[in-house]
Structures are given as C-alpha cells and as structure tokens.
C-alpha cells in the first residue's frame, strides 16, 4: 500500500509534538506516558485518516513499546537511589504478567469502540482518585499477600494492557494505599511497568491488522515511526520537565491534569458512543 508522503509528514509532525508533550508532562507531573500517549495516539492517526476497527489496539501496543524503556531507564535510577522496592515487585511480577499476557488475548479480539469505552471509564477514575484523592488514605499497613495478591495482581496487568499503560497509575495508588512511601512507590511502579509491557508488546507484535487501514510502518500492533519519535522525544523533554518541577509546586499542576485527564476520558467515551 503507498503512502501519501504530505500525510507521512503530517503523521511525523504530529508524533514529534505529541512526545514533546508527553516527556514534558512525565518529568513534571512524574506521569505514566501511556495515559497521555494513547488518547493523543488515537486522535492523531484518526485525524490523519488511519480510522479502522482496531485502531485502538494500535494504540495500546505502541504506548506499551514506548514503556518498555521508559520504565527500564525509571527503574535503572531510581535504584541507583535504592528506591526500588525488590521483594514487592519480585512478589507481585508473576500474576502481572499474567494478567497482562490475559489483556493483550483479550484486547485482540475487542473492538476498538470497546476499548475505547475501557480507556475513557478507568481513565476518568484515575482522574478522579488524582484530583481527590488524600495522600492519607489507607487500605492496609502492609502490601496484601497470598490470596489477595494471587487475585489483584493480574488485575493489575489486565487493566494496564487494556489502557495501554504502565505501571504508575494503578500501581502507585495501590501502593500508597498499603502504606508504601510514595517515593518507594513510585520507583516500584516503574518495575511494574516493564512486567506489563514487555510481555504484552510480545503478544501485540504477533497480532494481525488489517493493512488498509493501519498507519504506515506497523509490526503487528506496534507503529514503530511512532515508537521510535516518542523514545527520543520523551528523552529529550523530560529533562525540562523535571527542572520545571524543581522550579514550581507540583501539587496544583497535579489538580489541573486530573480536570485534563476527566475531559479526555470523557471526551474518548463520547466519540465511543458516536455523538
């Protein structure tokens, strides 16, 4: 199938702005990538005409690809710190890759309207629990084992595949809520993130789309244009958004995502319902 090179260029251009934008927001707000990257993944390949049924699965698994290194290089330096968590993340790992092996056979046979009405409900959530959410809350004193584990664990990486996330946004809250610092927390999630996406990036890459419809330079279900353009953005822009962060109180910029994060996730649930 040829590709239009004016389109190709609007595709790159657009790519560019949205990792920008991305490594901006993770260095600053310390956001998972994915909850920005696949709602901006979808409304630029949409907009440039790639609009097929599993356009969402595009989505997912490339944002997955882009996490693989972006949670490698997290976890590689915040343990340079000993920030990093082992025995959680040992103990946890096994029933996320689990769950997250579950996520990508089932996101390989959902619609992307479906998954775009899972995306916009579990993000508006996470909008929510950001802008409300009390650092105070607490579900336990210690990190839940045995059974309980066995059964949240894989829901962990269930969840993430489904949204095309990493491990920050259901995995620092769960912590934190069993009483894990939240800088321990943060630096654990990072870990989590590389047990979600490694084992779903393998399972997208064997997936079939149908090449009339996907955007040019896609293995499977990964664009790798995109993923590459993200990789070297984010490596570029995060670093300004850490200096920003030092520079500002992160806390009410913290709010204002959450409102950001509520309107795209509603916005995503009402182009799911075609109005």
């Not at 609007?10 to 696949?38: E, H, K, P, S, T």
């Not at 990964?222 to 670093?239: E, H, K």
Request: charged fraction near 10%; charge should be positive.
């Amino acid at each position: 199938m040829a590709h239009d090179p004016a389109l190709l260029f609007q595709m790159l251009l657009l790519l560019l702005v949205i990792g920008g934008v991305a490594g901006v927001l993770a260095g600053l707000l310390g956001v998972g990538g994915g909850i920005v990257l696949v709602p901006a993944f979808f409304y630029a390949f949409q907009a440039l005409g790639y609009d097929g049924p599993q356009l969402m699965q595009v989505c997912l698994a490339t944002s997955l690809a882009t996490i693989i290194v972006t949670s490698l290089r997290s976890v590689a330096s915040h343990n340079k710190k000993s920030a990093v968590d082992w025995d959680i993340l040992r103990t946890w790992a096994p029933g996320i890759v689990v769950g997250a092996f579950i996520g990508v056979l089932v996101a390989a046979n959902l619609r992307s309207v479906t998954l775009q009405i899972v995306f916009g409900t579990l993000a508006f959530v996470i909008g929510a629990y950001m802008g409300l959410g009390k650092a105070h809350w607490r579900l336990g004193l210690a990190m839940p084992n045995g059974l309980a584990r066995a059964i949240v664990s894989p829901c962990v990486g269930f969840l993430s595949v489904l949204m095309g996330i990493g491990g920050g946004s259901f995995g620092v809250p769960l912590m934190t809520l069993f009483n894990v610092p939240i800088h321990r927390a943060v630096a654990t999630a990072a870990g989590f993130g590389v047990t979600i996406a490694v084992p779903a990036v393998i399972g997208f890459l064997f997936m079939e789309i149908d090449p009339a419809t996907r955007p040019p330079f896609t293995v499977g279900a990964v664009n790798m244009v995109a993923f590459g353009l993200i990789i070297m953005m984010t490596l570029l822009t995060a670093p300004l958004g850490v200096r920003l962060a030092h520079a500002m109180d992160p806390k009410p910029l913290k709010r204002v995502f959450a409102v950001f994060l509520t309107l795209v996730a509603l916005n995503m649930l009402r182009k799911a319902a075609g109005l």
